[in-house]
């Protein structure tokens, strides 16, 4: 069994029986500031404030926060250098798509992915079961992009992220955008799920809440 759990934005916490990661850790955006939150090990794609506020995690974890591959508490780890942006960085920065492997699964968080991915770039990723992908625009690849991007990758689970919400003044588009260009969503009203081996054998939307 593999735990899920979203904070908002592009926080997560993946973690099963014999370890804990965080994603890109944020600081104050509008969502409920996690306290007490432990993890061994996170990762963040790139070094901007709601991102990467890695102080913010208690337990000592262990950090990836560049280009590698990595192996840490038994999880093998590898980082892919993208840009945040359509220019090759130069309105953003860069970015860094972070795979890791649980339980099992291959999972893929994109960061703040800025632009279409390579054939090239899709080759180097491999399989992938689980993918976390930005759908919100404006900062980023918007919905369209999004959906462009897990077609190529093909997933069997998506959870989309980095989508406007009541709490996030950002100027990005709701998560709405995105689910008018797939069929297959489950929407759950709450901030985090328990992936069976049930949950991998269908392709699936999974859309949680932050509360």
């Known amino acids: 069994m593999i735990n899920v759990k979203w904070f908002g934005h592009s926080m997560w916490k993946i973690w099963d029986e014999n370890v804990s990661i965080i994603t890109d850790p944020f600081s104050?955006?509008?969502?409920?500031?996690?306290?007490?939150?432990?993890?061994?090990?996170?990762?963040?794609?790139?070094?901007?404030?709601d991102h990467n506020n890695i102080q913010l995690i208690k337990g000592n974890p262990q950090v990836v926060n560049t280009e590698g591959k990595f192996e840490i508490s038994g999880i093998k780890i590898?980082?892919?250098?993208?840009w945040h942006d359509e220019t090759r960085g130069s309105e953003r920065?860069?970015?860094?798509?972070?795979?890791?492997?649980?339980?099992?699964?291959?999972?893929?968080?994109?960061?703040?992915l800025g632009h279409i991915c390579t054939a090239e770039m899709i080759g180097k990723l491999g399989k992938i079961d689980v993918l976390f992908i930005t759908v919100g625009?404006?900062?980023?690849?918007?919905?369209?992009?999004?959906?462009?991007i897990v077609e190529m990758i093909n997933p069997?689970?998506?959870?989309?992220?980095?989508?406007?919400?009541?709490v996030l003044d950002f100027p990005i588009a709701t998560i709405e955008e995105y689910l008018?260009?797939?069929?297959?969503?489950?929407q759950i009203s709450a901030n985090e799920i328990k992936l069976t081996d049930k949950d991998f054998t269908k392709s699936q939307t999974i859309i949680l809440d932050y509360k």
């Open 137 to 148: 625009g404006f900062y980023t690849i918007d919905a369209k992009t999004a959906k462009a």
């Open 78 to 82: 590898e980082t892919f250098p993208v």
């Open 93 to 112: 920065g860069s970015n860094l798509l972070m795979k890791f492997n649980i339980s099992g699964k291959t999972f893929l968080h994109c960061g703040d």
């Open 156 to 166: 069997v689970i998506v959870f989309p992220m980095h989508f406007k919400t009541p």
């Open 180 to 186: 008018k260009l797939t069929d297959d969503n489950k």
């Open 28 to 49: 104050d955006i509008g969502y409920p500031m996690p306290e007490n939150e432990t993890a061994d090990i996170v990762l963040t794609s790139h070094d901007h404030f």
